[in-house]
């Protein structure tokens, strides 16, 4: 099929045929047919760069096919993330360069150049870490400028302060001790960086893929709605909840043209319709992406929509052993568990005698868990209740059996430190679903799938503890549980280590 240099099909009686030659048009770069021939493209080059992204190199990997993550929006999202950083970085150095050279003048620069740039180079590892912590590579703290301003500024107080320990502490190491010139960095950077975060608010909400969720479910309208209102994911959302007949090809795939859909999300119960997946096929040629429901949702949200699997996806999707990971983990946690044991020794100790002085009872609750293979253990904890009361199942807000040292020690979470010894003997890990207790999981037996958790190890912190508030109810169980099983599924070292450091993040800021 050929067309003229400066042609392109306008119009044509048979929606299939159009669609083809929308398709192939020369002039839509990588078969994007919402490029209108009369208005010639004028990108800037960092413009440009990012629509080849989305229009022509995505379209090498063809279309996506149902029970694969959505590597689209994942990767679109690594390279905004990958924007803000390399903004960063580049603030930084300049805002170094020009703290020098207000400072020292431009006779004195490259020396004083030579001697702050690998300390303060090492100063940057520290911010980047607090940047990270404080979710500021995350697309949601550019949803706009108040939610930005609640981790930003913050974020830059604790690195400051950091970093002024960090040169009190190897200050002859790093041979230079710049304190009036760190502070002058610091002022410098957060202007700079405030304001190049709140550039790319603006720009990344530009950046917008038109995509349409078809199907009546729960999961697709909550997808919807989120998306609605966090447009810096770069979605502008469109829904669709008729069942497609054999005639309605003509009308959808004029509704696909005219809303410029590149994306077609589909609920599970769509898929098996064979006239559903006639129409879409015929569709293939205007090269949009096609993606299940389940696997956009859980790239979106990192977790997994019940209503979107049922037991065929478990068996595909879920590998109960990874011998080489599961090895790593328990070599890990048989080296770790007994040099946290030392170091925290003496605020184990410490916190055993408040909780002897401040209320009868022994140092040490014992409680019966359900583990791996639902095989029971006991789980240690200091005591952070009154010795005898009975009550609810779960701890409730303002619960009355929490005793004062008690609500110190769960709030600071030194009540879990003797969950070491548990992971030492190989009862838990360091990350992994909440090990719950035999009633509770008898009560939770009726929640669909839950029995799934149990083919791992249960941890210490996990993916449900660290996204979600601790459950106080079965509806809530069943929300935690869904972040569970997203965790099975994706489990890693690589995503262990992430947790962890959510975890130390969580240490010291409670979540709202």
């Not at 003229?4 to 929308?22: F, G, I, M, T």
């Not at 190199?57 to 689209?72: H, M, P, Q, V, W």
């Not at 300390?119 to 870490?129: G, K, N, R, Y």
């Not at 999961?219 to 919807?224: H, I, L, R, Y």
Request: proline share 5%.
């Amino acid at each position: 099929m050929g067309f003229a240099q400066n042609q392109c099909p306008r119009e044509e009686s048979n929606p299939y045929r159009r669609l083809r030659k929308l398709a192939f048009c020369p002039l839509n770069y990588g078969g994007n047919p919402y490029i209108k021939p009369q208005k010639p493209l004028k990108f800037k080059y960092f413009q440009r760069l990012i629509f080849c992204l989305k229009n022509g190199l995505f379209n090498l990997y063809g279309t996506s096919r149902a029970g694969k993550e959505d590597n689209r929006s994942n990767w679109m999202s690594r390279l905004k993330a990958a924007i803000i950083l390399a903004g960063d970085i580049l603030i930084f150095y300049g805002s170094l360069m020009l703290t020098l050279f207000f400072r020292f003048g431009q006779d004195d620069f490259r020396g004083a150049l030579f001697d702050h740039i690998v300390p303060f180079s090492f100063i940057l590892i520290f911010w980047i870490f607090i940047f990270y912590l404080a979710d500021l590579y995350q697309m949601r703290a550019l949803k706009d400028r108040q939610v930005l301003v609640r981790s930003f500024f913050p974020a830059i107080i604790t690195s400051t302060l950091i970093s002024i320990v960090v040169f009190y502490v190897f200050g002859s190491l790093l041979k230079i001790s710049p304190k009036l010139n760190l502070l002058l960095l610091a002022v410098i950077f957060t202007f700079l960086d405030y304001s190049w975060r709140s550039f790319l608010i603006k720009r990344f909400k530009g950046w917008q893929t038109n995509i349409l969720i078809f199907g009546d479910s729960a999961a697709g309208e909550e997808t919807e709605s989120f998306l609605k209102n966090n447009p810096q994911l770069g979605y502008r959302p469109k829904i669709w909840k008729k069942r497609l007949e054999k005639d309605d090809f003509h009308t959808f795939s004029d509704f696909i043209i005219s809303n410029k859909i590149e994306k077609i999300v589909i609920s599970s119960a769509f898929e098996k319709e064979k006239n559903f997946t006639r129409i879409i096929y015929k569709l293939l040629p205007l090269r949009i992406e096609i993606v299940a429901l389940r696997d956009f949702y859980a790239s979106i949200f990192q977790k997994i929509p019940f209503g979107e699997i049922d037991e065929r996806w478990f068996i595909r999707e879920i590998k109960a052993n990874h011998k080489i990971y599961d090895v790593l983990k328990r070599a890990a946690g048989i080296v770790i568990s007994p040099i946290l044991i030392i170091i925290f020794s003496p605020v184990l100790l410490a916190g055993a005698i408040l909780v002897k002085l401040s209320s009868k009872g022994p140092v040490f609750f014992t409680q019966e868990r359900i583990g791996k293979n639902d095989k029971p253990f006991i789980l240690y904890k200091l005591r952070s209740m009154e010795d005898g009361k009975t009550g609810p199942l779960w701890t409730e807000e303002n619960d009355q059996r929490v005793t004062e040292i008690g609500k110190f020690l769960r709030d600071s979470h030194l009540d879990e430190i003797p969950q070491l010894f548990n992971i030492l003997k190989g009862n838990i890990s360091f990350v992994g679903p909440r090990a719950e207790r035999t009633e509770l999981v008898n009560l939770y037996q009726k929640i669909p799938y839950y029995e799934i958790r149990h083919i791992i190890k249960p941890g210490l912190t996990g993916w449900a503890q660290i996204n979600y508030k601790p459950s106080v109810s079965v509806e809530e169980a069943s929300e935690k549980l869904s972040y569970d099983i997203y965790y099975i599924k994706h489990r890693s070292l690589g995503l262990d280590i992430l947790i962890i450091l959510k975890t130390v993040k969580l240490l010291f800021i409670s979540p709202k």
